[in-house]
Nanobody
Framework: VQLQASGGGLVQAGGSLRLSCAGS????????MGWFRQAPGKEREFVAA????????YYADSVKGRFTVSRDNAKNTVYLQMNSLKPEDTAVYYC?????????????????WGQGTLVTVSS
């Protein structure tokens, strides 16, 4: 499985961005998909995850109410809509595939990772 994340960029605080993660392979629709981020000098952290059907979603407390994860299995793509962005959201954002449905927030449970896309939020 190959994952390609895109949509990052520079945005002012309060603005919005939508990240996309396009995946290859016929199994994409069966994967739990996750978004993680890593800011400079910090550990990678969980952002959001979505079940294979899209029926269940999970969010970090820091983004709840501002970010929305969704997916289109027909397009093998998962999205992260980010609203009300804050400077502390600045990070490289990674998508990941094939997580564990019992531990969707755990990075080590994901088998495949994209290359990351940089999001910079200016104050």
């Amino acid at each position: 499985v190959q994952l390609q994340a895109s949509g990052g960029g520079l945005v002012q605080a309060g603005g919005s961005l939508r990240l996309s993660c396009a995946g290859s392979g016929r199994s994409f629709s069966r994967y739990i998909m996750g978004w993680f981020r890593q800011a400079p000098g910090k550990e990678r952290e969980f952002v959001a995850a979505i079940s294979w059907s899209g029926g269940s979603t999970y969010y970090a407390d820091s983004v709840k109410g501002r970010f929305t994860v969704s997916r289109d299995n027909a397009k093998n793509t998962v999205y992260l809509q980010m609203n009300s962005l804050k400077p502390e959201d600045t990070a490289v954002y990674y998508c990941a595939a094939n997580g564990n449905f019992l531990r969707p927030k755990t990075a080590d449970e994901y088998d495949y990772w994209g290359q990351g896309t940089l999001v910079t939020v200016s104050s």
